[in-house]
């Protein structure tokens, strides 16, 4: 098992009506690092996500994560075999606390049924203060602890951001995938989500990155890989691919290089 | 420490004894047909329960949830009427309106869950409507359902030989049939809060409530939000099936004119009134709207009094007030007349809540 | 014949889903009331006018498409407008509750009885290409073809019709690009209602009369037929209301037939149900086309 990539993608493929979004995308995420996804917008990131984390299915390839495949599973079960994410736009669930939205994560962890919670049952109890407990760990860990019993709708843009993080790694997984986690971040906050990535990678864990902040890109990631408009162009070490000429190349026809978007 | 929740305790035992007093209390005071009323608040109360688990909890519109309630009613009125000569046992037959109804519930859901919600409103609408098309058609050739005359003397619950039709005599008091079905109400209705307001505290009920707040990271949360919408659905039903079962029982009579649209939609105000999701709202809600057309029979006389004659039908301002109160509380109330509070985990007390919002 | 009458209130479902994602349910309600308001117009217009019939039902229809316009454009000022940033829910709440407000005020303003439509055209039937239409059904149809493509004439070929299509795509972007987006939400709320009072004029006629409840299983009707020819589609509407029409009046015909007897005709009212249950389940998309399954 630790020999095989933790993320293995084989000629992935999608359309979307006469668009061809993804055309044939292979790459490997190695194990314990944090793998950058970077490309100008529209190259086909956030659809390479989706279709990885089984919320759009492909047209063509397939996807091994830690050697098992997991194309064509629904979104539950990719989470279920190990593959949580982030969205690029926040997506919690603004009613609930913060600390219920990590219990959400914790949900294929626990086994009480109907019966079990309305009975409340000794099983179901002990089940329920030990999700109360791990979902603290896991705000604390974040850095959101003092925040629990705020409703998440009312948090700050960062603290909203750190609490969706800590409701993915509620999840248990092996593979942690951001959707663009400093979008919208102020400088100080940026800070603080680098320091948090990689001391999850620390962890163990691997963390797939889309980000736009070429800065935090090159300055965390292990390695790199680089779409353009449906195409992997160039993968590698960070100081590799930025002076790879196609991506130059790339990033000339939109933004430049090092300027985010 | 001692004494807030000794306050508590006494609390809680007066509010037992009003509960139980309560039919006493309003037969005297306000008069029996008023009992009759507090009896099908409680009935209500636990249809408005079930579809509260479907539309307050997992965010799903369910506009024919009557259908559910008329096939615990019938399944009650053909098992234990002349109608078939059967009688079977209520205790036999309770079980079996919430099983048929939940069962009914997830033929309806399996294949229209996966919709987008509007699509479920309209399926379920249909659907409530057609139930009623079948009840009132199933007379010919073979008689089911005998049509829109309904089913008629069906026998009313027993419980260890005793009747519930005819007063009791219990240490020289006399207690009334409605007396003894609002205690039978109140039990089941009680039954209904408990599992409603245990399961919003669960691991399944967090995950129908992030179905409602977004269903896209429910499912990233590793939620199977198809099984658990489906769940909700026959849940939701079969309290209508049992709240149906005991409306048999309790009217005598059922025809497919009492599981229209209408009732549908009072249901679903009692919910969305009351507040969506929060059980002691939809209490309140029922409560409300039950009692609302009874109110509204004294704008007969008022409006004689003030105008010289009836100019709008009480009984026709019902549906009316219903549909405004939709409106209205949709825009300027979402969460209904009495919200459910955001609920402090005992647990996250440990760190101070509502700390300064850093980071910023 | 009802095919026609579905199609044009599909449009109003699909044109008012396809700008603002919201299933108006109230649209049935708003064909109900103009069939009534054209009751009372020719009531009213008739004694005093002594118009002759075909006049008079012309004048009964424009104040029926009027009084509609002026219902669609309030419903959608007063009760979508403030809800158009609320979560789905409540708009879908606000929609029905909107639908028994109507209908309830219309039961209060026409009384429960049904109101007979009076005969203002020539009935006698007649002999066209071997078929024995009536002169109603044959206006009938001939209406609904020139309201559809006039429809399509403002859709396709007109600023209006292109600003229209832009908001359907994307509101923000229609905005960005100096699109006013409310008003083009008026006018979608007009146009629909507009065919709505065509809508109810006719299905009056047709069956020679009209009451407060008309809206409802005739809403849910034409909204199937939306939904069959692809909500959001304005060809699929007008198929999908014509395929609805054939299907409900074979069904009818034959489901005698076909259950040996055990069902009979009054459960024409299950097949369009049926129909939406099964589109739904099979072809999410339509006839026509696009996607109703939730998107990731």
Known sequence: MSTSPALHLDDIARAFGGVQALSGVSLSVPAGCIYGLIGPNGAGKTTLFNVVTGFVAADRGRCLLHGLPITGLSVHEVTARGLARTFQNIRLFGEMTALENVMVGLHRQGRAGVLASVLRTAAARREQAGFVERAMALLDRVGAGAQASRRAGTLAYGLQRRVEIARALATGPRVLALDEPAAGMNASETDGLRELIASLRNDGLTVLLIEHDMRLVMGLCDRVAVLDRGRLIAEGPPAAVRTDPAVIEAYLGHAPVGEGH | MRDPRRLRLVGLALGLLALLLAPFLVDALLGRAWVRVLDLVLLYAMLALGLNIVVGYAGLLDLGFVAFFAVGAYLYALCASPHFGLHLPFWLLLPAAALLAAGVGVLLGAPTLRLRGDYLAIVTLGFGEIIRIFLNNLNAPVNLTNGPQGITMIRPIEIAGVSMARPVELAGLTVPSLHLYYYLFLGFAALALVVSSRLEDSRIGRAWIAIREDEVAARACGVNTRDLKLLAFALGASFGGVAGALYASFQGFVSPESFGLTESVMILCMVVLGGMGHVRGVVLGAALLVALPEALRYTGPLQRALLGSVYIEPSDLRLLLFGLALVLVARWRPAGLWPSPVRRRELAERHAPGGPESAQ | ?296
């Open chain 3, 1 to 296: 014949m009802l095919g026609s009458i579905y199609a044009l209130v599909a449009l109003g479902y699909t044109m008012v889903y396809g700008i603002l994602g919201l299933i108006n349910f109230a649209h049935g309600e708003v064909v109900m009331v103009g069939a009534l308001v054209a009751i009372t117009a020719i009531g009213v217009l008739g004694p005093a006018t002594g118009l002759p019939g075909p006049l008079l039902l012309l004048v009964a229809l424009g104040v029926s498409v009027l009084a509609c316009m002026l219902l669609g454009a309030l419903l959608e000022r007063v009760a979508y407008r403030p809800l158009r940033e609320a979560p789905r829910l409540t708009a879908l709440i606000t929609a029905i509750g909107m639908s028994i407000v109507i209908q309830n005020l219309a039961m209060l303003a026409w009384g429960r009885q049904y109101l007979s439509f009076p005969a203002l055209l020539p009935n006698e039937p007649m002999i066209l290409l071997g078929a024995t239409v009536t002169g109603t059904q044959l206006i009938i149809v001939a209406l609904t073809a020139l309201a559809m493509v006039v429809l399509m004439g403002l859709v396709n070929r007109t600023r209006l019709g292109r600003a229209m299509r832009a908001t359907a795509q994307s509101p923000a972007l229609a905005s960005l690009m100096g699109v006013n987006v409310d008003r083009i939400v008026v006018v979608t709320f007009l146009v629909g209602s507009a065919l709505a009072a065509l809508a109810g004029v006719m299905v009056a006629g047709y069956y020679g009369q009209a009451h407060y409840h008309m809206g409802f299983m005739l809403g849910l009707k034409a909204f199937t037929a939306a939904v069959l020819g692809g909500i959001g589609n304005i060809p699929g509407a007008m198929v999908g209301g014509l395929a609805l029409g054939v299907i409900e009046s074979l069904g009818a015909g034959y489901i005698g037939a076909l259950t040996g007897g055990f069902l009979g005709s009054h459960y024409q009212d299950v097949f369009a149900f049926a129909v939406l249950v099964l589109v739904l389940v099979f072809r999410p998309s339509g006839l026509l086309g696009e996607r109703v399954a939730d998107r990731a």
